[in-house]
Structures are given as structure tokens and as C-alpha cells.
């Protein structure tokens, strides 16, 4: 499985990012996907997901800031990032689980490299 990442960058406290997560139609349509971040020194942590009936789950942190989506025309995952945090910097990952079994991030099997945002 291959999951590229893609949008990251530096931002001043308050800007935009947009990430966008490429992959297989295969991958796309066959499994469920979410976004993933770790900072320095803390452990990875969830961010947003999209669940199998399609609704979307966001981390308390992000909520109304970040936005989750897909591109069925791209075969695509992407995240909106909105009024940006310094608490925000890290390295972001998007991930793929198979659909109902998407309860921890032990449950998501395949992983891209990661694009960082700092804030």
C-alpha cells in the first residue's frame, strides 16, 4: 500500500494548510482512511478520520479548525487546516485501516512517510 503525502510547510499562527494524501483507487475504495500527528518528543495522536458510513471524527484540539475530505476523483485524502496553532507544529501522516475495525491507531496497518507542518 501507498499513501503519499503532500502540503505541508510553515505557516504563521493563524494561516491555512492544505494536505492531501494520494493513493490506490484499490486502497481508496477498500479501506478507511484517517490523518495522524506527532511532535517532537510526544506520541502520535489522531486528528481526523473518516469512518466506513462516511461521518467524519476529529480530535478535540482540531475541531471547527480542520476539515476532512476525500477526493473520489483523485483517489485522494485531504485535510483542511485552518487557524493554525503553534500547537499544531508536527509531523502529519494520513493512515488506512480496514473499515470497522477503526476503533485505535494500532488499528491502522499502513502508513505514508509524513509531511511536516510547523506553525
Known amino acids: 500500500v501507498q499513501l503519499v503525502e503532500s502540503g505541508g510547510g510553515s505557516v504563521q499562527a493563524g494561516g491555512s494548510l492544505r494536505l492531501s494524501c494520494a493513493t490506490s483507487r484499490f486502497t481508496y475504495t477498500s479501506t478507511c482512511m484517517g490523518w495522524f500527528r506527532q511532535a517532537p518528543e510526544k506520541e502520535r495522536e489522531g486528528v481526523a478520520a473518516?469512518?466506513?458510513?462516511?461521518?467524519?471524527i476529529y480530535a478535540n484540539s482540531v475541531k471547527g479548525r480542520f476539515t476532512i475530505s476525500k477526493d473520489n476523483a483523485k483517489n485522494t485524502l485531504n485535510l483542511q487546516m485552518n487557524s493554525l496553532k503553534p500547537e499544531d507544529t508536527a509531523m502529519y501522516y494520513c493512515?488506512?485501516?480496514?473499515?470497522?475495525?477503526?476503533?485505535?491507531?494500532?488499528?491502522?496497518?499502513?502508513w505514508g512517510q509524513g509531511t511536516q507542518v510547523t506553525v
Open positions: 493512515a488506512t485501516c480496514w473499515c470497522g475495525f477503526c476503533t485505535q491507531i494500532s488499528d491502522y496497518n499502513d
Open positions: 473518516i469512518d466506513s458510513d462516511g461521518s467524519r
